[in-house]
Protein backbone atom coordinates (compact mmCIF):
# COMPACT_ATOMS: atom_id res chain seq x y z
CA UNK A 1 0.00 0.00 0.00
CA UNK A 2 1.40 3.34 -1.17
CA UNK A 3 1.93 6.58 0.62
CA UNK A 4 -1.84 8.27 -1.29
CA UNK A 5 -3.64 4.73 -0.42
CA UNK A 6 -2.75 5.03 2.93
CA UNK A 7 -4.15 8.60 3.62
CA UNK A 8 -7.00 7.78 1.37
CA UNK A 9 -8.00 4.72 4.17
CA UNK A 10 -6.74 6.87 7.19
CA UNK A 11 -9.12 9.56 6.20
CA UNK A 12 -12.24 6.71 5.42
CA UNK A 13 -11.18 5.05 8.61
CA UNK A 14 -12.03 8.89 10.18
CA UNK A 15 -14.83 9.12 8.56
CA UNK A 16 -16.38 6.31 9.20
CA UNK A 17 -15.47 6.71 13.00
CA UNK A 18 -16.72 10.57 13.49
CA UNK A 19 -20.20 8.49 12.03
CA UNK A 20 -20.38 6.23 14.98
CA UNK A 21 -18.91 2.92 12.84
CA UNK A 22 -15.97 2.40 15.20
CA UNK A 23 -15.34 -1.29 14.16
CA UNK A 24 -15.90 -0.13 10.85
CA UNK A 25 -13.17 2.14 11.41
CA UNK A 26 -11.17 -0.11 13.23
CA UNK A 27 -10.77 -2.58 10.74
CA UNK A 28 -10.01 -0.06 8.34
CA UNK A 29 -6.79 0.83 10.50
CA UNK A 30 -5.73 -2.47 10.59
CA UNK A 31 -5.54 -3.21 7.35
CA UNK A 32 -3.25 -0.15 7.07
CA UNK A 33 -1.16 -0.93 9.61
CA UNK A 34 -0.55 -4.53 8.36
CA UNK A 35 -0.36 -3.30 4.59
CA UNK A 36 1.38 -0.07 4.46
CA UNK A 37 4.80 0.56 3.76
CA UNK A 38 4.59 4.30 4.74
CA UNK A 39 6.39 4.51 8.54
CA UNK A 40 4.41 8.06 8.30
CA UNK A 41 1.07 6.60 7.71
CA UNK A 42 1.38 3.84 9.72
CA UNK A 43 2.46 6.42 13.03
CA UNK A 44 -0.64 8.28 11.95
CA UNK A 45 -2.52 4.98 12.01
CA UNK A 46 -1.25 4.11 15.14
CA UNK A 47 -2.55 7.52 16.29
CA UNK A 48 -5.62 6.81 15.20
CA UNK A 49 -5.88 3.38 16.74
CA UNK A 50 -4.57 4.70 20.32
CA UNK A 51 -7.67 7.24 20.10
CA UNK A 52 -10.43 5.03 19.47
CA UNK A 53 -9.11 2.61 21.93
CA UNK A 54 -8.91 5.31 24.69
CA UNK A 55 -12.70 6.85 24.05
CA UNK A 56 -13.68 2.67 23.97
CA UNK A 57 -11.73 2.37 27.25
CA UNK A 58 -9.64 -0.51 26.01
CA UNK A 59 -7.01 0.84 27.66
CA UNK A 60 -4.53 -2.48 27.46
CA UNK A 61 -4.37 -2.38 23.30
CA UNK A 62 -4.23 1.51 23.83
CA UNK A 63 -0.71 0.84 25.27
CA UNK A 64 -0.16 -1.40 22.93
CA UNK A 65 -0.41 0.12 20.28
CA UNK A 66 1.30 3.08 22.17
CA UNK A 67 4.45 0.92 22.69
CA UNK A 68 4.60 -0.01 18.48
CA UNK A 69 4.02 3.96 17.39
CA UNK A 70 7.64 4.43 19.19
CA UNK A 71 8.90 2.12 17.60
CA UNK A 72 7.72 3.77 14.40
CA UNK A 73 8.78 6.84 15.48
CA UNK A 74 12.04 5.82 16.14
CA UNK A 75 12.48 4.08 12.66
CA UNK A 76 11.42 7.83 11.31
CA UNK A 77 14.40 9.24 13.59
CA UNK A 78 12.34 12.46 13.99
CA UNK A 79 11.60 13.92 17.58
CA UNK A 80 8.39 15.43 17.15
CA UNK A 81 7.26 12.10 15.96
CA UNK A 82 9.46 10.75 19.05
CA UNK A 83 7.55 13.25 21.35
CA UNK A 84 4.00 12.65 20.44
CA UNK A 85 4.20 9.15 20.78
CA UNK A 86 5.72 9.21 24.34
CA UNK A 87 2.77 11.65 24.99
CA UNK A 88 0.33 8.80 23.38
CA UNK A 89 2.30 6.16 26.25
CA UNK A 90 2.25 8.80 29.03
CA UNK A 91 -1.92 8.82 28.36
CA UNK A 92 -2.00 5.14 28.20
CA UNK A 93 -0.02 4.67 31.68
CA UNK A 94 -2.40 7.44 33.16
CA UNK A 95 -5.71 5.42 31.73
CA UNK A 96 -4.18 2.06 33.43
CA UNK A 97 -3.34 4.31 36.62
CA UNK A 98 -0.10 4.03 36.46
CA UNK A 99 0.98 7.29 37.70
CA UNK A 100 4.43 7.75 38.43
CA UNK A 101 5.19 5.73 34.51
CA UNK A 102 2.90 8.73 33.33
CA UNK A 103 4.89 11.31 35.18
CA UNK A 104 8.37 9.65 33.70
CA UNK A 105 6.82 9.89 30.58
CA UNK A 106 5.46 13.11 30.40
CA UNK A 107 9.18 14.51 31.60
CA UNK A 108 10.80 12.73 28.88
CA UNK A 109 8.12 14.43 26.63
CA UNK A 110 9.01 17.79 28.44
CA UNK A 111 12.84 17.26 28.10
CA UNK A 112 12.55 16.57 23.92
CA UNK A 113 12.26 20.63 23.94
CA UNK A 114 12.84 22.71 20.46
CA UNK A 115 10.95 20.23 18.10
CA UNK A 116 8.10 21.77 16.44
CA UNK A 117 5.34 19.93 17.75
CA UNK A 118 6.71 19.81 21.82
CA UNK A 119 5.48 23.56 21.63
CA UNK A 120 2.17 22.53 20.64
CA UNK A 121 2.11 19.37 22.85
CA UNK A 122 3.52 20.64 26.11
CA UNK A 123 -0.08 21.61 27.90
CA UNK A 124 -1.32 18.30 26.94
CA UNK A 125 1.81 17.06 28.62
CA UNK A 126 0.87 19.11 31.95
CA UNK A 127 -2.28 17.99 31.54
CA UNK A 128 -1.22 14.49 32.00
CA UNK A 129 1.03 14.65 34.63
CA UNK A 130 -1.34 16.99 36.50
CA UNK A 131 -4.18 13.93 36.14
CA UNK A 132 -1.13 11.84 37.25
CA UNK A 133 -0.25 13.89 40.36
CA UNK A 134 -3.90 14.29 41.54
CA UNK A 135 -4.16 10.33 41.05
CA UNK A 136 -1.39 9.86 43.67
CA UNK A 137 -2.99 12.69 46.08
CA UNK A 138 0.19 15.26 45.52
CA UNK A 139 -2.09 18.31 44.86
CA UNK A 140 0.48 21.01 44.95
CA UNK A 141 2.49 19.64 41.73
CA UNK A 142 -1.18 18.64 40.21
CA UNK A 143 -2.28 22.32 40.79
CA UNK A 144 1.29 23.78 38.99
CA UNK A 145 0.60 21.20 36.16
CA UNK A 146 -3.26 21.96 35.61
CA UNK A 147 -1.80 26.63 35.80
CA UNK A 148 0.80 25.49 33.27
CA UNK A 149 -1.66 23.54 30.94
CA UNK A 150 -4.13 26.29 31.20
CA UNK A 151 -1.40 28.90 30.54
CA UNK A 152 -0.56 27.00 27.35
CA UNK A 153 -4.02 26.74 26.12
CA UNK A 154 -4.25 30.39 26.61
CA UNK A 155 -1.19 31.21 24.70
CA UNK A 156 -2.26 29.07 21.55
CA UNK A 157 -5.75 29.90 21.97
CA UNK A 158 -6.40 26.24 21.80
CA UNK A 159 -10.50 25.77 23.48
CA UNK A 160 -10.22 21.96 23.33
CA UNK A 161 -7.28 21.76 25.66
CA UNK A 162 -8.68 24.62 27.89
CA UNK A 163 -12.25 22.58 28.00
CA UNK A 164 -9.99 19.46 29.18
CA UNK A 165 -7.64 21.05 31.85
CA UNK A 166 -11.40 22.91 33.20
CA UNK A 167 -12.98 19.74 33.93
CA UNK A 168 -9.61 18.45 35.54
CA UNK A 169 -9.65 21.49 37.42
CA UNK A 170 -12.90 20.65 38.89
CA UNK A 171 -12.12 17.16 39.48
CA UNK A 172 -9.47 18.46 41.90
CA UNK A 173 -11.16 21.10 43.67
CA UNK A 174 -13.85 18.63 44.20
CA UNK A 175 -11.82 16.17 45.89
CA UNK A 176 -10.12 18.96 47.94
CA UNK A 177 -13.84 20.27 48.82
CA UNK A 178 -14.00 23.48 47.30
CA UNK A 179 -17.71 22.56 45.96
CA UNK A 180 -17.35 26.43 44.80
CA UNK A 181 -14.61 25.96 42.05
CA UNK A 182 -15.35 22.35 41.98
CA UNK A 183 -18.88 23.73 39.85
CA UNK A 184 -17.02 26.99 38.43
CA UNK A 185 -14.65 25.12 36.33
CA UNK A 186 -16.86 22.33 34.62
CA UNK A 187 -19.53 25.29 33.82
CA UNK A 188 -16.73 27.30 32.40
CA UNK A 189 -15.69 24.22 30.43
CA UNK A 190 -19.42 24.28 29.20
CA UNK A 191 -19.49 27.68 28.24
CA UNK A 192 -16.83 27.08 25.64
CA UNK A 193 -18.44 23.91 24.48
CA UNK A 194 -21.16 26.29 23.46
CA UNK A 195 -19.01 28.60 21.98
CA UNK A 196 -16.42 27.42 20.15
CA UNK A 197 -17.35 23.23 20.18
CA UNK A 198 -19.40 23.21 17.03
CA UNK A 199 -17.30 20.77 15.32
CA UNK A 200 -16.04 19.08 18.56
CA UNK A 201 -16.53 15.99 19.58
CA UNK A 202 -19.85 15.31 21.79
CA UNK A 203 -17.26 13.95 24.59
CA UNK A 204 -16.44 17.43 25.30
CA UNK A 205 -20.05 18.24 26.39
CA UNK A 206 -20.57 14.88 27.92
CA UNK A 207 -17.72 15.78 30.01
CA UNK A 208 -18.37 18.82 31.27
CA UNK A 209 -21.58 17.68 32.10
CA UNK A 210 -20.81 14.86 33.98
CA UNK A 211 -17.96 17.53 36.50
CA UNK A 212 -20.90 19.62 36.79
CA UNK A 213 -23.05 16.68 37.91
CA UNK A 214 -20.49 15.72 40.30
CA UNK A 215 -20.09 19.14 41.92
CA UNK A 216 -23.99 19.57 42.15
CA UNK A 217 -24.34 16.42 43.92
CA UNK A 218 -21.92 17.40 46.55
CA UNK A 219 -23.53 20.77 46.70
CA UNK A 220 -26.47 18.94 47.74
CA UNK A 221 -28.53 20.24 44.34
CA UNK A 222 -29.36 16.01 43.52
CA UNK A 223 -32.40 17.23 40.65
CA UNK A 224 -29.75 19.54 38.81
CA UNK A 225 -26.82 16.69 39.41
CA UNK A 226 -29.64 14.08 38.08
CA UNK A 227 -30.27 16.40 35.10
CA UNK A 228 -26.14 16.86 34.11
CA UNK A 229 -25.75 13.00 35.01
CA UNK A 230 -28.51 11.65 32.44
CA UNK A 231 -27.31 14.25 29.75
CA UNK A 232 -23.55 13.17 30.00
CA UNK A 233 -24.81 8.88 30.22
CA UNK A 234 -26.88 9.72 27.38
CA UNK A 235 -23.94 11.04 24.98
CA UNK A 236 -21.73 8.44 26.73
CA UNK A 237 -24.02 5.47 25.45
CA UNK A 238 -24.53 7.00 21.87
CA UNK A 239 -20.74 6.81 21.57
CA UNK A 240 -20.06 3.49 23.25
CA UNK A 241 -18.18 5.76 25.19
CA UNK A 242 -17.29 2.64 28.51
CA UNK A 243 -15.22 5.12 31.01
CA UNK A 244 -18.12 7.62 31.32
CA UNK A 245 -20.42 5.41 31.52
CA UNK A 246 -18.45 3.96 34.19
CA UNK A 247 -18.79 7.49 35.75
CA UNK A 248 -21.69 8.35 35.52
CA UNK A 249 -23.07 4.98 37.10
CA UNK A 250 -20.98 5.84 40.13
CA UNK A 251 -22.21 9.06 40.05
CA UNK A 252 -25.93 7.85 39.85
CA UNK A 253 -25.45 5.64 42.76
CA UNK A 254 -24.19 8.43 44.64
CA UNK A 255 -26.99 10.83 43.87
CA UNK A 256 -29.36 7.94 45.25
CA UNK A 257 -27.20 7.56 48.45
CA UNK A 258 -27.22 11.14 48.98
CA UNK A 259 -31.17 10.34 48.94
CA UNK A 260 -30.56 7.54 51.48
CA UNK A 261 -31.94 5.20 48.58
CA UNK A 262 -29.49 2.55 49.06
CA UNK A 263 -31.64 0.01 47.35
CA UNK A 264 -31.63 2.01 43.99
CA UNK A 265 -27.90 3.18 44.53
CA UNK A 266 -26.28 -0.89 44.72
CA UNK A 267 -27.19 -1.81 41.99
CA UNK A 268 -25.68 1.43 40.01
CA UNK A 269 -22.37 0.71 42.07
CA UNK A 270 -22.42 -3.08 40.76
CA UNK A 271 -22.75 -1.97 37.59
CA UNK A 272 -20.03 1.05 37.52
CA UNK A 273 -17.91 -1.59 39.55
CA UNK A 274 -18.26 -4.23 36.51
CA UNK A 275 -17.17 -1.49 33.62
CA UNK A 276 -14.42 -0.15 35.85
CA UNK A 277 -13.20 -3.76 36.36
CA UNK A 278 -13.74 -4.34 32.24
CA UNK A 279 -11.49 -1.42 31.29
CA UNK A 280 -8.98 -1.17 34.22
CA UNK A 281 -9.92 2.10 36.62
CA UNK A 282 -8.32 0.83 39.50
CA UNK A 283 -8.95 4.44 41.16
CA UNK A 284 -12.79 4.29 40.09
CA UNK A 285 -13.18 0.64 41.20
CA UNK A 286 -11.57 2.77 44.93
CA UNK A 287 -14.33 5.12 44.30
CA UNK A 288 -17.23 2.68 44.08
CA UNK A 289 -15.78 0.87 46.83
CA UNK A 290 -15.91 4.32 49.23
CA UNK A 291 -19.93 4.11 48.03
CA UNK A 292 -20.47 0.88 48.78
CA UNK A 293 -18.84 1.11 52.05
CA UNK A 294 -21.04 4.38 53.60
CA UNK A 295 -24.32 2.49 51.58
CA UNK A 296 -22.93 -0.55 54.00
CA UNK A 297 -23.13 2.14 56.82
CA UNK A 298 -26.57 4.03 56.33
CA UNK A 299 -27.52 -0.01 56.42
CA UNK A 300 -25.55 -0.18 59.58
CA UNK A 301 -24.30 -3.40 58.76
CA UNK A 302 -20.70 -2.99 59.52
CA UNK A 303 -19.20 -5.56 58.93
CA UNK A 304 -20.22 -5.71 55.43
CA UNK A 305 -18.50 -1.93 55.46
CA UNK A 306 -15.21 -3.51 56.47
CA UNK A 307 -15.25 -5.94 53.81
CA UNK A 308 -15.84 -3.15 51.17
CA UNK A 309 -13.17 -1.07 53.07
CA UNK A 310 -10.48 -4.03 52.85
CA UNK A 311 -10.76 -4.15 49.22
CA UNK A 312 -10.77 -0.12 48.54
CA UNK A 313 -7.61 0.06 50.53
CA UNK A 314 -5.37 -3.03 48.98
CA UNK A 315 -6.29 -0.32 45.34
CA UNK A 316 -5.72 2.94 46.91
CA UNK A 317 -2.44 1.82 47.89
CA UNK A 318 -1.60 -0.17 45.02
CA UNK A 319 -2.08 3.15 43.22
CA UNK A 320 -0.81 5.36 45.76
CA UNK A 321 -3.70 7.08 46.05
CA UNK A 322 -3.21 9.05 49.67
CA UNK A 323 -6.62 10.46 49.49
CA UNK A 324 -8.30 7.30 49.02
CA UNK A 325 -6.50 6.11 52.41
CA UNK A 326 -7.66 8.77 54.10
CA UNK A 327 -11.28 8.77 53.47
CA UNK A 328 -11.01 4.92 54.32
CA UNK A 329 -8.88 5.91 57.56
CA UNK A 330 -11.87 7.84 58.61
CA UNK A 331 -14.45 5.67 57.68
CA UNK A 332 -12.91 2.81 59.75
CA UNK A 333 -12.67 5.47 62.52
CA UNK A 334 -16.45 5.99 62.69
CA UNK A 335 -17.32 1.89 62.64
CA UNK A 336 -14.68 1.60 65.21
CA UNK A 337 -15.99 4.25 67.07
CA UNK A 338 -19.57 2.98 66.98
CA UNK A 339 -18.32 -0.80 67.58
CA UNK A 340 -16.07 0.44 71.06
CA UNK A 341 -12.70 -1.18 69.92
CA UNK A 342 -11.01 1.33 71.25
CA UNK A 343 -7.25 -0.12 70.21
CA UNK A 344 -8.42 -0.17 66.25
CA UNK A 345 -9.97 3.29 66.67
CA UNK A 346 -6.77 4.85 67.88
CA UNK A 347 -4.52 3.13 65.07
CA UNK A 348 -6.92 4.61 62.57
CA UNK A 349 -6.44 7.81 63.87
CA UNK A 350 -3.03 8.17 64.10
CA UNK A 351 -2.93 6.92 60.72
CA UNK A 352 -5.45 9.57 59.61
CA UNK A 353 -3.91 12.20 60.47
CA UNK A 354 -0.06 10.62 58.90
CA UNK A 355 -2.06 11.28 56.09
CA UNK A 356 -3.22 14.89 56.50
CA UNK A 357 0.64 15.92 56.74
CA UNK A 358 2.29 13.92 54.27
CA UNK A 359 -0.50 15.53 51.55
CA UNK A 360 -0.11 18.97 53.56
CA UNK A 361 -3.88 18.77 53.70
CA UNK A 362 -4.16 21.82 56.41
CA UNK A 363 -4.49 25.69 56.04
CA UNK A 364 -0.59 26.92 57.19
CA UNK A 365 -2.76 30.04 58.36
CA UNK A 366 -4.78 28.82 60.90
CA UNK A 367 -4.11 25.26 61.29
CA UNK A 368 -7.35 23.69 60.42
CA UNK A 369 -7.55 20.55 57.97
CA UNK A 370 -8.49 21.00 53.98
CA UNK A 371 -10.83 18.72 52.36
CA UNK A 372 -12.86 17.70 55.57
CA UNK A 373 -15.64 20.16 54.86
CA UNK A 374 -16.82 22.27 51.86
CA UNK A 375 -14.12 25.31 52.21
CA UNK A 376 -13.58 28.07 50.08
CA UNK A 377 -9.96 27.86 48.72
CA UNK A 378 -7.10 30.05 47.69
CA UNK A 379 -3.72 28.99 45.98
CA UNK A 380 -0.66 30.92 45.76
CA UNK A 381 1.44 31.65 42.82
CA UNK A 382 3.96 28.76 44.69
CA UNK A 383 0.35 26.38 43.91
CA UNK A 384 -0.04 25.91 48.06
CA UNK A 385 -3.13 26.24 48.46
CA UNK A 386 -5.28 27.87 51.76
CA UNK A 387 -8.20 28.95 53.11
CA UNK A 388 -9.67 31.89 51.60
CA UNK A 389 -10.95 33.81 54.71
CA UNK A 390 -7.34 32.80 55.92
CA UNK A 391 -5.76 35.00 53.61
CA UNK A 392 -8.44 37.39 53.19
CA UNK A 393 -7.82 37.98 57.06
CA UNK A 394 -4.12 37.58 57.87
CA UNK A 395 -2.54 38.65 53.48
CA UNK A 396 0.83 37.06 52.84
CA UNK A 397 4.07 38.80 51.52
CA UNK A 398 5.44 34.85 51.20
CA UNK A 399 4.07 31.29 51.50
CA UNK A 400 4.20 30.00 54.85
CA UNK A 401 4.24 26.12 53.92
CA UNK A 402 7.46 27.35 51.60
CA UNK A 403 9.02 29.19 54.20
CA UNK A 404 8.32 25.83 56.83
CA UNK A 405 9.61 23.65 54.02
CA UNK A 406 13.28 25.84 53.50
CA UNK A 407 13.55 25.35 57.30
CA UNK A 408 13.10 21.64 57.24
CA UNK A 409 14.15 20.11 53.73
CA UNK A 410 13.43 16.62 54.16
CA UNK A 411 9.74 17.72 54.77
CA UNK A 412 7.37 16.55 51.86
Given at each position: MGQDQTKQQIEKGLHLYQSNQTEKALRVWMRVLEKSADPAGRFRVLGCLITAHAEMGRYKDMLKFAVVQIDTARELEDPDYLTESYLNLARSNEKLCEFQKTISYCKT??????????LQLNGQVSLSMGNAFLGLSIFQKALECFEKALRYAHNNDDKMLECRVCCSLGNFYAQIKDYEKALFF??????????YGKGWSLKY??????HMAVAYRQLGRLADAMDCCEESMKIALQHGDRPLQALCLLCFADIHRSRKDVQTAFPRYDSSM???????NRLGLTQVLLGVTKC??????????????????????GLGNKLGLLKLHCLCERIYRTKGQQRELRDHVVKFHECVEEMELYCGMCGESIGEKNNQLQALPCSHFFHLKCLQTNGTRSCPNCRRLSVKPGYV
Open positions: CLNMQGTTVSPCKAAELVNDRAMSQYSIMTEIGWMIQKELDKALESIEKAQELAE
